[in-house]
């Protein structure tokens, strides 16, 4: 086992990679690998096993996935590389990745596979023949015993996020996989902590692997405030907009992920009346410089640009930067906001994060070592306001520095002429400079108010509620009300397994995350007894994600997940109901059924 620390030196070009893949690399803008990518890339290139310790966000899909990829035979139709994740988000957010780097490998094929989405999907998916496979552990053991997953021919197996897998009760799973994969196989696992079952698993799994260990160095200067906006309920350009309204800045950079995105959003931005240029790399060296000192000369207000194009760009006047596309890690967050509050200076930093991206912002909040603060979007009313006291404030640096006597005449002569009320001719005048852009803003029927400031929703209906509470009051309903207490914007459910069943806390987060698609985060107090559990889980919980939870399988049973509090959001608890009564006289008692003793038919 050999372990190495060096600092990367040699660019994606020196590492061997195949040509498909390099194309894409380069088209996406990447320089030069990070250090977990300069250590990983060449012994995986080689055949070699890995184990890989290093924060998330450091760059861990790239340093697997580039030289797995360039070892893959797209001629041959069966999976040839599996990559094991902990939860469906980043599944999908691996699998993307892994297609965006094989844009250019004819016939290539990635599948994620997850809990949640229809198997029927999945098998229709697998026919067409894919030769990678990204899961999660308990829908991929589900396939391999259904004989729907072929690994006969696998040459590669990533376990990403080993830690966290381990920490959701998945690590029997994987260990069950790894049995089922062919002995020759290559294996990389990559983990932020290294806990005595990771390192048992590394060592009766992994064949003489290379260990790299990649320390955090990553901080920020304390000049730049940092804010987030989680993209949500509105257009990003929409939201860029009413930022760029109420921000008050000198100079800003707005950093997006591809070449094309800088002219069509600086276009975009020059329509709505601000002085924007793209920086890319495909604009030769005079174009970019022009851009830069238009800039430095206060002749331009926005630069919008790519990782690449940006490096090393220093200008005093940028107070601003804005994160329009997340990045892809989190040096490359530190580079982007480098570019304001340097020798000293305030700065601001401005992230826009996607529901899926929230794991992305949270390593980035480790690894800089300072909290992202949500920020609120500005509403109308806001940029009334901030448009009002723009307009005041030129009409009085207008008043203290023009000669206006021509004017005055004009004015004057229209009040006597038409007898008019000098007020209202100021007011005529307001609205006809204002016309273009509005001190009363229109509100687009398209936008809607982020989720955080809608109104809640009504409850139910009284008579709803009492009905609800009669049914909570049989023994079943009144064992799940014993002394938990849901957290707060948390609703109880009662799930049909318990200590009886050997089950733990880590296997019910494991099912649920997976299942349900809920951050692992999200998932509130569990107490397990005897026959049942309680868990709390986020309030207004949709209809058909409750549906969905009531089949998932923990410990060779059932959650059939019931509601213990409150009521379900877009639906009410929807667990079989018995048929309403006839008045005929019954042939077994109420809670027959219910008894102990008694099993039900099989079906």
Do not use: C
């Not at 300069?38 to 998330?56: F, M, V, Y």
């Not at 760059?59 to 360039?70: Q, R």
């Not at 297609?99 to 250019?104: D, E, I, N, R, V």
């Not at 894919?130 to 053991?141: A, F, K, M």
Request: cysteine-free; glycine content about 6%; aromatic content about 4%.
């Amino acid at each position: 086992m050999s372990t190495s620390e060096q600092t990367p030196t040699l660019s994606f070009a020196e590492l061997g990679l195949a040509a498909p893949v390099l194309q894409a690399v380069n088209e996406a803008g990447y320089e030069t690998p990070s250090p977990i990518q300069a250590q990983s890339i060449k012994p995986l290139l080689e055949g070699r096993d890995l184990l890989g310790q290093a924060q998330t966000g450091t760059g861990k899909t790239a340093a697997f996935a580039l030289p797995l990829l360039s070892r893959l035979d797209t001629k041959l139709k069966m999976p040839q590389m599996l990559v094991l994740a902990p939860t469906r988000e980043l599944a999908i957010q691996v699998a993307e990745a892994i297609q965006s780097y094989a844009k250019h490998m004819k016939g290539f094929h990635v599948l994620p596979i997850y809990g949640g989405q229809s198997m029927g999907i999945q098998l229709g998916q697998l026919k067409r023949n894919p030769q990678v496979i990204v899961g999660t552990p308990g829908r991929i053991l589900d396939h391999i015993r259904r004989g729907t997953l072929q690994l006969g021919e696998l040459k590669s197996l990533v376990l990403d996020e080993a830690d966290e897998m381990l920490r959701m009760g998945f690590i029997d799973d994987v260990e069950t996989i790894l049995k089922e994969t062919p002995a020759e196989r290559q294996v990389a696992l990559f983990s932020a902590t290294m806990p005595g079952p990771i390192h048992r698993v590394a060592s009766r799994y992994l064949k003489d692997p290379v260990e790299i260990h990649i320390k955090s160095k990553t901080t920020t200067m304390e000049t730049i405030n940092q804010r987030y906006w989680q993209v949500t309920g509105m257009h990003k350009l929409d939201a860029l907009t009413r930022i760029l309204e109420v921000e008050t800045f000198d100079a800003m950079i707005i950093f997006v992920r591809t070449k094309n995105a800088t002219t069509e959003l600086a276009e975009k931005l020059e329509a709505r009346g601000y002085s924007s240029s793209p920086l890319n790399g495909d604009m030769n060296q005079a174009g970019r410089e022009k851009a830069i000192d238009r800039m430095k000369r206060g002749k331009l207000d926005i630069l919008v640009a790519t990782d690449v194009a940006a490096r090393g760009l220093d200008i005093e006047r940028i107070s601003h930067v804005v994160n329009y596309d997340i990045p892809y890690d989190t040096e490359s967050y530190v580079h982007r906001i480098g570019r304001t509050g340097r020798a000293g200076r305030k700065g601001e930093a401005i992230l826009f994060v996607s529901p899926r991206e929230k794991r992305m912002l949270f390593a980035i909040e480790k690894a800089t070592r300072q909290p992202i603060t949500l920020m609120n979007l500005p509403s109308t009313e806001d940029i009334a306001d901030r448009r009002v006291t723009q307009f005041t404030q030129q009409l009085s640096e207008t008043i203290e520095s023009q000669d206006l006597s021509f004017f005055e005449t004009i004015i004057s002569s229209y009040t006597q002429e038409h007898n008019a009320d000098p007020i209202e001719v100021a007011a005529a005048l307001t609205y006809l400079v204002q016309k273009t852009r509005p001190l009363k803003p229109v509100i687009h029927k398209t936008e809607r108010p982020a989720r955080e400031d809608r109104p809640q929703r009504d409850s139910r209906s009284e008579r709803g509620s009492e009905t609800r509470q009669d049914r909570e009051r049989s023994p079943r309903r009144g064992a799940q009300r014993s002394e938990h207490k849901p957290e707060q914007d948390m609703d109880s459910f009662r799930i049909e397994v318990g200590k009886n069943d050997g089950v733990e806390a880590k296997n019910i987060v494991g099912a649920i995350a997976n299942e349900a698609g809920i951050d692992s985060k999200d998932i509130g107090r569990i107490t397990i007894n005897e026959t049942h559990s309680i868990v709390d889980l986020p309030k207004g919980m949709p209809r058909d994600l409750y549906q969905q939870l009531r089949k998932v399988w923990v410990n060779n049973k059932q959650l059939n997940i019931t509601l213990a509090t409150g009521d379900i959001e877009h639906g009410t608890d929807t667990r079989e109901r018995k048929p309403r009564r006839t008045g005929k006289a019954r042939t077994r008692p109420r809670d027959a059924a219910r008894r102990p003793g008694l099993k039900r038919k099989s079906v």
